[in-house]
């Protein structure tokens, strides 16, 4: 191809959608440029370092590594060239307020023993509750998790699927069809959380999550997460392509129904043959497009949809190693539907809490300072549209909370051995991301924000403008924005 023949793209953002489209675009030839605010890439999956210790931002899980291992063989290459993974075994351990533990893995005759400890008779409802989920699995993810949903006649060719395996009834409806005991009902339903659902609405079609981690194991990159970002970004590079850090998009240029080219603070300015977002959605048209007929209208849509929760994270570097803690946890409070009651619909900030707390030193101790550990507790919070709290002035006794609840269930003398600490609130999701309300996940996963009904990967009037990402179909989590860049890749290099 000439050089004047080359067609070239923006992509604005360097989350893990942005990345893994811009790879597409440039395997496949498309001179590609990602526009990226923050000075350093990943988006959710951002990280710091300090005192010594590297606390990764976001994504912690990793799983189904083939959809990006399928980013390095677009171009023959290999993922193992730039980045290491490493299992994760078990995949979480989960703790009650009374005392109960589940270790929760692929190993299947370990797995077994863990269930049947709390139910003997929950070992077969669980097993029809696996072949639930690899059912939906094969439905929802292999077939359409990264393909688009440009018309309605897409979604009623997917009905008779989400009919099958009953769609509208919740992940948590689903699962108490199938075991019987209150822990368990939880430990196989809990994982909506992280792509922002709650388990008692969302569909039990995100049962799915549970084929996808037992086949293709849960992972974490050496190094951190971020330094799959950044081997993401080396990959990109090392194709061909351009990333422009530290300088936001401030508009997408339109003209009629065409995108014709990309605006930064700086004063920035290029034309491109197309334009794909990856920023928030709600950004994207209220912000990027709004001075256009088209910006205005969606951003008055988007803004009557459900968006999903924030999150409250505390970062902390303790002196001293914690070999017994394993890397994922899950600490369920005493409540659960109530306690997600309060965060998905009352907007309230409960006083109790369930915490995910990642120790990722456990398996990778270069991430803290020689014999120390790096860790991260997070808690589900409302965002700001439903609790517009002043989160500055609360930060500090809510990390402290956190940290007690932790000290008193997990690690006696915690707080004395605090090396660092630092806080991350819904404000900063808001104000660092343009997260629309601070969402931690963008859209709420619900059956009625899903597929067709989710934002378009490709605008239905500006026909060379795309998004990717967590507000486009399939949804938020790693596999899931990189099965969207999958999507809109495909309609991308189809209409170039
Ligand atoms: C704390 C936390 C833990 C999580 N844990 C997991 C997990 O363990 N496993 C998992 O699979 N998923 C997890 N998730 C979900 C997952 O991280 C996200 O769904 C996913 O990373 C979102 O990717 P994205 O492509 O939508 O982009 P984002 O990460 O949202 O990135 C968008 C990018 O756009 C940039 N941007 C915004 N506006 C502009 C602008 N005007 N100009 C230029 N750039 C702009 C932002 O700076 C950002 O870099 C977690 C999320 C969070 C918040």
Redesign the pocket.
């Known amino acids: 191809m000439t050089h004047a023949e080359t067609r070239t793209a923006a992509v ?9 489209l811009a790879i597409r675009l440039q395997s496949a030839g498309i001179a590609t440029t990602i ?4 000075e350093k ?6 990280a710091w370092e300090r005192d010594g210790f590297t606390f990764d ?7 189904d590594p083939d959809c990006l291992r399928e980013l390095w063989a677009l171009s023959g290459r290999d993922l193992a060239d730039d980045v290491t993974l490493l299992p994760v075994m078990p995949f979480y351990r989960l703790n009650w307020p009374d005392g109960t533990m589940f270790d929760y893995s692929n190993d299947e005759p370990r797995l077994r023993a863990e269930i049947a400890k709390l139910n003997p008779g929950d070992v077969a409802g669980y097993a029809r509750f696996l072949d639930y989920a690899a059912g939906v699995y094969r439905e929802g993810y292999e077939k359409l998790g990264a393909v688009a949903f440009l018309d309605f006649a897409a979604m009623i060719r997917a009905a008779p699927a989400l009919a099958r395996y009953q769609a509208w009834r919740s992940v948590y409806s689903m699962v108490s069809s199938f075991v019987q005991d209150a822990h368990l009902r939880q430990a196989l339903s809990f994982h909506t959380l ?3 659902g709650n388990p008692m609405t969302t569909s039990a079609i995100y049962a799915l999550i549970h084929k996808l981690e037992k086949a293709g194991g849960v992972w974490f990159a050496k190094g951190g ?1 971020h330094a799959l970002v950044r081997g993401m970004v080396k990959h990109f590079e090392r194709l061909g392509g351009t990333i422009r850090l530290g ?4 508009e997408i240029e339109t003209g009629g129904d065409r995108a014709s080219g990309v605006r ?2 700086s004063g920035w300015y290029q034309a491109f043959d197309a334009v794909a ?4 959605i709600m ?2 048209y209220r ?2 497009l709004g001075s256009s007929a088209r910006g205005r209208s969606v951003s008055r849509r988007l803004a009557r949809k459900a968006f999903s929760p924030s ?1 409250f ?1 505390v970062h902390f570097g303790v002196k001293g190693t914690w070999p017994g803690i394993p890397h ?1 946890m899950i600490l369920f409070g005493p409540r659960y539907d109530g306690l997600l009651t309060d965060i998905y619909r009352r907007g309230v900030l409960p006083a109790d809490f369930s915490l ?1 707390l990642h120790h990722p030193t456990v398996t990778d101790p270069s991430l803290a300072p020689e014999g120390c550990s790096t860790f ?1 507790a ?1 808690a589900p919070v409302p965002h700001l549209g439903k609790a517009p709290l002043d989160w500055e002035q609360l930060q500090q006794s809510y990390a402290d909370r956190i940290l007690d609840e932790v000290e008193r269930r997990l690690m006696p003398g915690l707080r004395e051995r605090i090396v660092t600490r630092f806080h ?1 609130t819904p404000a900063d ?1 808001a104000h ?4 629309h309300l601070g969402s ?3 859209l709420e996963p619900l059956l009625t924000q899903s597929a067709w009904f989710r934002t378009h990967n490709r605008d239905d009037r500006i026909r060379n403008l795309y998004f ?5 179909h399939p ?8 099965g ?2 999958k999507a809109t890749a495909a309609l991308m290099l189809e209409d170039m």
Do not use: K, Q
């Open positions: 604005i953002g360097a989350g893990f959608g942005g990345l893994a526009v990226e605010g923050r890439p990943g988006g959710r999956a951002y931002a976001g994504p912690t899980v990793i799983t992280l792509v922002g997460t300088d936001p998009a401030v930064t603070r977002s990856n920023a928030d950004h994207s912000d990027l999150l994270l994922h995910y991260y997070l991350y999701f660092d991301l343009n997260a931690a996940f963008s990717v990402g967590a507000g486009t949804g938020a989590g790693i596999p899931g924005v990189v969207s860049a």
